[in-house]
């Protein structure tokens, strides 16, 4: 065997032997590098070369990126001597997560239901975060769950991480774990995570920021809060907290000693309890939502910067409101919370068969955070559509919100198809010129990583009122729920794709067989594999595995396509 090659990049290096293609080598030792379809098509992974040799693996096709002759793509090519690369297109996120070994410096409670818990980074490697990002607390059983770090760089001490947790009825961590901590006590985590965090440089002409928290989301908004109240980049702050009721506010002493400090700071609670409780100003008491109220406030929103951390329905109803309310695109940024399963929060059973491997960071809470955060994402970007926008328009649209969201890259390509291209599966050429129509059918199909996890979901939608469109969108959600039930039942991957056939006949629809289902995990699945779920002869593994289903209107030149991970648990 030769000896391997140096890959040298302006952030550091990795080695490959040769034999495998110079992406999957990267992917392999954890070096972030840009790519996105791994098929060559997408040009993604693209890098100029320094200086050394390399050689194609596979002949490029009609479909093909043509790189420029200073270039490469990474997915395509190996190594045959040392490289140097460099990417004029891409810049290497901050530090990757890590993970670290902790001590409990102290818990105590914040109100009835939310705990204070602060603790100590220890070792000699500097923990560097950003206000915005949050955590992950690695348990025994193998489970994770994310905290939001409450204080900036620094304020608790110079290895000191503050978290805000609220109790759930039927949390394992915060009722069995959480109470029994003590000083002292060791724990280990891993990150920072998050993108939800201030750009470098702010958007040409924002110069107000309004923060969106409701319960312990003031955590992740608080230290964006305080680094903003420390610049001169805002001439407003404005904060609406939303809680049942205001003792709820657990940190109102220190925001009212903020107000006037710094750039003009507001803080306003939003209250929703039942009824005896007001809100602070009698001409919002109709406004029982924090992003309803901040509406209402009349803010200039063309010059405004917005964040929002808390339950996903705020976040989403946020997102649309306030967009509805004239701020524009790309100046919303948010992090929802979803809380982790009690059930299902070990990590799986040994794989049953070759095809299922996951790597020893895999849980089952991380899959399902990365799904439920796609699903997010998938109904956001819907909401985007507007009749008029191109294909190639939308696609754009549709990774700018991804990137806001916090997904770090996307794992497969985003495809979104427009009327009569809806009938296609996504390996096939959309027409990236087509429009959405006022009275037409689009499908989204993402592939988002999310803290290093892959998230897949897909579905469709229709504008107007046609039935025939509705009908095939329902369609293909009856299709992959009918099939995920008998999968329920025992079914083989085989045999699953052979009933949904059948099903997609009763429905008035032809089951598109190009799309065979896959793999997810941690991200890169396609270390383990690239198996097809239609190929498999065995029954299919809980959470690891992705149903497809695209159909065809057998009358109307119309498709329609719906995808999620099949899942034992009630879906959500």
């Not at 479909?63 to 990417?87: G, I, K, T």
């Not at 689009?442 to 999310?450: A, L, R």
């Not at 896959?518 to 594999?529: K, N, T």
């Amino acid at each position: 065997m030769s000896s391997p090659y140096t890959i040298t990049l302006e952030t550091g290096s990795f080695t490959t032997d040769g034999g495998t293609s110079i992406l999957d080598a990267a992917l392999a030792q954890g070096v972030p590098v840009p790519f996105s379809c791994q098929r060559g098509e997408c040009g993604s992974c693209r890098a100029q070369v320094g200086a050394g040799d390399f050689e194609p693996i596979t002949a490029p096709n009609e479909r093909s990126y043509v790189p420029a002759d200073n270039e490469l793509l990474m997915c395509q090519c190996r190594a045959v001597s040392d490289l140097s690369l460099r990417f004029a297109h891409w810049t290497a996120p901050g530090r990757p997560a890590q993970r670290y070994d902790a001590r409990v410096v102290s818990r105590r409670p914040l109100t009835t239901g939310i705990t204070q818990l602060i603790i100590e980074i220890q070792g000699d490697d500097a923990f560097d975060y950003l206000p915005g990002q949050h955590v992950q607390l690695l348990l025994e059983d193998g489970g994770r769950r994310s905290f939001s770090i409450a204080n900036t760089p620094g304020a608790a001490g110079a290895c000191r991480l503050e978290f805000h947790i609220r109790r759930t009825p039927q949390g394992a961590f915060t009722n069995n774990i959480l109470p029994a901590l003590t000083p002292g006590d060791a724990l280990t985590l891993e990150g920072p995570y998050g993108a939800c965090v201030l750009p470098s440089t702010l958007p040409h002409g924002v110069s107000h920021l309004v923060l969106l928290a409701t319960g312990t989301g003031l955590a992740g908004v608080f230290p964006i809060l305080m680094r903003a109240l420390e610049s001169d980049h805002f001439t407003t702050v404005t904060l609406y907290w939303g809680a049942r009721q205001r003792a709820d506010c657990y940190a109102s002493g220190l925001l009212n000693a903020l107000q006037g400090k710094g750039p003009a700071f507001r803080w306003h609670p939003v209250l929703s309890g039942d009824g005896t409780a007001r809100h602070d100003d009698a001409r919002h008491d109709d406004a029982h939502y924090v992003q309803d109220r901040a509406a209402q406030a009349g803010h200039d929103w063309a010059r405004t910067l917005v964040y929002a951390c808390g339950n996903g329905a705020m976040v989403r109803a946020a997102q649309a409101r306030l967009r509805d309310a004239g701020l524009p695109d790309g100046r919303f940024q948010s992090e929802a919370f979803v809380p982790a399963s009690a059930t299902l929060a070990s990590p799986p059973a040994p794989a049953a068969h070759p095809w299922e491997r996951v790597s020893e960071r895999f849980t089952m809470d991380g899959i399902l955070q990365a799904r439920q955060r796609s699903i997010t994402a998938v109904h956001e970007i819907a909401a985007l559509m507007t009749p008029g926008i191109t294909t190639a328009d939308a696609i754009a649209r549709a990774d700018a919100h991804l990137r806001q969201m916090g997904a770090s890259h996307n794992w497969h390509p985003t495809y979104i198809r427009f009327g009569a291209d809806s009938q296609s599966p996504a390996v096939q050429p959309t027409d990236r010129q087509r429009t959405l129509g006022e009275d037409d059918i689009f499908v989204i199909d993402i592939g988002p990583v999310w803290d290093g996890y892959e998230g897949d979901y897909g579905d469709t939608f229709v504008t107007g009122s046609n039935a025939d469109r509705q009908r095939c969108a329902q369609a293909a959600r009856d299709v992959f729920e009918r099939t995920r039930l008998a999968w329920l039942n025992g079914m083989t991957g085989q045999a699953l794709y052979e009933l949904a056939d059948t099903y997609a006949h009763e429905l008035g629809c032809k089951l598109v067989h190009e799309i065979p289902g896959h793999r997810v995990s941690d991200f890169p699945h396609a270390l383990y594999g690239k198996h097809q779920l239609a190929n498999a002869d065995f029954v299919p593994g809980d959470g690891i595995w992705v149903l497809e289903i695209q159909v065809r209107d057998q009358h109307q030149p119309i498709g329609a396509f719906y995808e999620d991970v099949l899942l034992r648990a009630a879906m959500a």
